[in-house]
């Protein structure tokens, strides 16, 4: 063709678009990624553009070329029914998918012309000679991109939307992405965060700005919960209920509103509700699980707990959790919930065998590898009574070097149980040097010392513990 492929390609990789942002398909479930940016278009008509254009990379991604060039048109044709004045602005990013859809369909004439459409409208629109300038809407669109792709990518979304909001300081869109990528990393690092007031100061910025956008409303809603102010939270929560009361989104974090603050059975209610809405949702399922789990929990807690509604409750809770797994093959902590679960029911095989798929999947982060080491040690400690391989697990977790939430609770653990044991006359040079190895990642090299020494004293051939003891005799 009279297209040069490689300096065509050269072009492409300057665009600024979903292929050029580095979303690795092995960090999403794609079947669940495109029914959720269906069900968004569906219910937020504001971000269709946005939605569009990355359904459209998620169809290139499951080999649905041309639905991925209908799902372009469909963007098109809102920029142009919404943003007439706008309209190579609007669709830098839909053009740039347009041109590598193009490309790896092998129509480069094509894919050329849609290159020539963005630089052109670069060159009018920045009126600079570097066309590079960047658009506070496409530091947007690449925000709500990862902040689709999941946890690994939470950080980069939160940068997106500051770079966003340097140029738009008071753009109610921007602020609620930003607010939201803020809130999930958050929540993804379990509060390990310098402060957690940060989202809320956020979040109570992007409700000022957006009072209509309920979805934002509920998530201010869940962290004044957070914060230990239920009330206000609540009071958050009934008004964007009364607002859209059928809105998914507002639903599924009034459900897990309720849940956490104990009433159950009106969770339970709220999620039924939801999926009457988006009955195929994997998110509604876990909650019903949750809420379940939750049912079961209380119930436990009474004197004596009729055993039927006891199995009944563990039964229903599995078969929520198992179709999570199903739906959802990354989301681990699913996983470890149906562990849980059938721990409670005492299926410890099936447990078992939940608790290495997890461990598994491929795209785990160190932080996610310790969460699953944690329950997996909590499995066994409290599902099979059996300490000692709780302890192996929990060591697992210790050995992915991460100063983490699941890092401190492992460590904490550990400590109490193997002084347990010791003060009742173990005699197990495990014991000792696995103490050692402790107070030695606490940087208590007076005790780790010590407890090697013990450790040698029992088992006096240990390669490992004299070499861990030379190491810190070396560095002390």
Request: with cysteine.
């Amino acid at each position: 063709s009279s297209v040069s492929k490689n300096s065509l390609k050269c072009s492409l990789l300057q665009l600024q678009c979903h292929f050029t942002w580095n979303l690795r398909r092995e960090d999403v479930d794609l079947d669940d990624l495109e029914e959720t940016i269906g069900d968004q278009i569906k219910f937020f008509i504001k971000f269709n553009i946005t939605n569009y254009n990355l359904l459209s990379y998620v169809c290139y991604l499951k080999n649905m070329k041309e639905k991925a060039l209908r799902s372009l048109q469909k963007a098109e044709e809102i920029v142009q029914n919404n943003h007439p004045d706008e309209i190579a602005r609007r669709s830098l990013v839909t053009w740039g998918n347009y041109a590598w859809i193009c490309f790896y369909m092998e129509r480069y004439e094509e894919a050329q012309s849609y290159v020539s459409k963005v630089e052109n409208s670069y060159k009018k629109l920045s009126c600079t000679a570097q066309w590079k300038i960047q658009f506070p809407e496409i530091y947007a669109e690449k925000g709500w991109a990862y902040l689709k792709f999941g946890g690994n990518y939470y950080k980069e979304a939160k940068n997106c939307f500051e770079n966003a909001l340097k140029d738009e300081p008071n753009n109610p869109e921007f602020h609620a992405g930003y607010a939201i990528a803020i809130y999930r990393s958050e929540d993804y690092l379990l509060g390990q965060c310098e402060d957690a007031s940060l989202s809320f100061k956020a979040l109570k910025r992007a409700v000022e700005l957006n009072p209509w956008d309920t979805s934002i409303v509920a998530l201010l809603a869940l962290k004044f919960q957070d914060l230990k102010r239920d009330d206000e939270g609540e009071a958050y929560i009934k008004e964007a209920m009364q607002k859209t009361p059928d809105l998914p989104y507002v639903l599924r974090y009034a459900a897990k509103f309720y849940r956490r603050k104990g009433e159950a059975d009106k969770a339970l209610e709220i999620v039924k509700k939801a999926l009457e809405v988006t009955p195929n949702s994997a998110i509604l399922q876990h909650q019903l699980g949750l809420c379940y789990r939750a049912k079961l929990f209380q119930l436990k807690k009474t004197r004596y707990p009729p055993q039927e509604q006891v199995q009944e409750l563990i039964q229903n809770s599995i078969f929520h959790f198992k179709i999570v797994v199903e739906k959802r093959p990354k989301l681990f902590v699913a996983y470890t919930d149906l562990a849980n679960m059938y721990g409670e029911a005492k299926r410890y095989e099936e447990g078992e065998e939940t608790l290495q798929k997890a461990l598994q999947i491929n795209n785990l982060s160190d932080y996610d590898k310790q969460q699953i080491y944690y329950h997996y040690g909590n499995f066994h400690r409290f599902h099979m009574k059996s300490e000692s391989e709780a302890i192996q697990f929990y060591i697992e977790a210790l050995k992915i070097a991460n100063d983490s939430y699941y890092f401190h609770k492992c460590r904490t653990i550990l400590k109490k149980l193997l002084e347990q044991r010791i003060q009742r006359g173990s005699r197990n040079a495990t014991d000792f040097g696995t103490l050692g190895f402790i107070y030695r990642l606490n940087g208590e090299k007076h005790e780790a010392t010590e407890y090697y020494k013990k450790a040698i004293a029992l088992s006096p051939n240990s390669e490992e513990y004299l070499s861990a003891l030379c190491e810190l005799q070396i560095s002390t």
